[in-house]
């Protein structure tokens, strides 16, 4: 099957073009493929003073932007649980993560969700954005989007 001929294969792409060893550069390529020209990866983040901040970011802004991080650091990032709306050649998947350093870690480092949205041309999913969030203090992971 095509990485994107259906939701769940461009969903598990998506995740496995940022997941993998320390020292090993992302599948820039396949990550690119994954999204419409133009598309938009936005990290949400809250700072020391409290407040609300988003980094916008093209797929290359996204890759240049965690290459340190990913020298350094093994990530593996999955689903969990998936909530989709669909409306004609739409799609909005609110899509929960789970990151471990080593895929056999019983407990995440990391869990929180991915805002994705999506077209279909007729022939293909593209993502067009993809917005997420991390648990914290004071943010948990509502229980409805859990597994």
Avoid: C
């Amino acid at each position: 099957m095509n990485e994107t001929e259906s939701l769940d294969a461009i969903i598990r792409a998506f995740y496995e073009s940022v997941s993998g060893p320390a020292g090993l550069e992302r599948d820039t390529p396949q990550m690119r493929s994954l999204f419409l020209p133009g598309a938009h990866l936005v990290r949400t983040t809250i700072a020391e003073d409290g407040t609300a901040q988003a980094k916008v970011m093209d797929v290359d802004g996204y890759v240049r932007d965690t290459a340190g991080y990913f020298r350094s650091n093994a990530f593996y990032e999955v689903e969990v649980a998936r909530r989709t709306d669909l409306f004609g050649q739409i799609a909005q998947v609110f899509s929960t993560y789970e990151a471990r350093q080593d895929p056999s870690e019983p407990e995440p480092f990391k869990r929180g969700i991915n805002s994705i949205q999506l077209f279909n041309d007729g022939r293909r999913w593209w993502i067009v954005g993809a917005l997420w969030d991390n648990e914290r203090d004071g943010n948990p992971v509502p229980r409805e989007y859990l597994p």
